[in-house]
């Protein structure tokens, strides 16, 4: 008798790990897009796990709607508390990047939407219109599951949805480049930056071009965004070390630059490119930032 209660338990466990397991990637993502912290994001998973091993799994009608829930509603209270420490961040705030396979790319909008700059976007809306955002237009996630998720009515999940589908289309980037056009100025602008060619680096930049760094206090960095061409340019060509390298990543679903010096990692660089030019560059420094870049690739999927 104990044996075969022994057995019904495993099993239990086989099919908690297994339903959790299926769906990590797509809950890390989910508290990724709404967190901007890939640390964080495992905080949160590791929670919805504590919680999920304590599920009867067989009383669960949906265990990847019940999981993206118990994500999102996690998600949501970190990212409030989150909100109040970034009042206090020195300097700007950049979101946590992380290494991925160069095939996230071929999914077009899961790569769009963990960009730099849409998650710069994100960070724009209240924590609530942000959930509702992503589960719907990343995941397409029904309305009825958010409403369950976000703990409001369906209309009302609609309202927000709408809302906040207004404000990011008139914030996000409007024109849009092929993969090869973007590959090609962002290999521009690393070859130029490695090899001195100043106008070349100069040709590479918009002349609406913003820098924003992100250094956390920890180390050196601007503590506003640089606007125009000639003062970024003034700005890199000043702080670049002598031994500097630079490696291509891919970050974000996106190519990137590793910056090492002297052997070292000291900070990865993203951009957005219109228009055949880069218009927004994307510099973190803070070493608390960098430990998912050094982690490995992060699996990241909207199944």
């Known amino acids: ?83 109040r420490r970034r009042e206090d961040y020195v300097g700007t705030w950049l979101p946590e990047p992380v290494l991925t396979a160069p095939d996230v790319a071929q999914d077009v909008e899961l790569a769009d939407s963990v960009s730099t700059a849409m998650l710069l976007v994100l960070e724009t809306l209240p924590p609530t219109e942000r959930a509702v955002f992503v589960l719907r237009e990343v995941f397409d996630v029904p309305y009825a599951e958010i409403a369950e998720a976000v703990e409001k009515s369906e209309p009302a999940v609609r309202q927000i949805a709408s809302r906040a589908r207004a404000h990011v289309a008139d914030k996000r980037p409007r024109a849009s480049v092929s993969a090869a056009e973007r590959d090609a100025v962002i290999e521009r602008f690393r070859a130029a930056t490695e090899t001195g060619d100043l106008q070349g680096l100069m040709d590479v930049l918009a002349p609406d071009v913003v820098l924003m760094t992100d250094g956390g206090g920890k180390v050196k960095a601007a503590l506003n965004p640089i606007f125009g061409r000639e003062k970024v340019f003034r700005f890199l060509t000043a702080v670049a070390p002598e031994a500097l390298e630079l490696e291509p990543v891919w970050l974000n679903g996106s190519p990137a630059i590793q910056f090492v010096v002297a052997g070292h990692r000291d900070g990865v660089g993203t951009m957005l490119v219109e228009d055949g030019v880069v218009t927004q560059l994307f510099l973190v420094r803070n070493p608390d930032k960098l430990g998912s870049v050094a982690g490995g690739e992060v699996p990241l999927s909207r199944l």
């Open 1 to 83: 008798m104990r044996a075969a209660a022994r057995r019904g338990w495993d099993d239990q466990q086989v099919s908690e790990t297994d339903h959790f397991t299926t769906h990590r990637n797509l809950l890390f993502t989910v508290s990724y897009e709404m967190l901007g912290s890939a640390a964080d994001a495992e905080d949160v998973l590791q929670e919805v796990w504590l919680r999920w091993a304590d599920v009867v799994v067989d009383e669960v009608r949906d265990p990847r709607a019940y999981l993206v829930r118990m994500t999102t509603r996690l998600s949501l209270n970190r990212l409030r508390t989150l909100a």
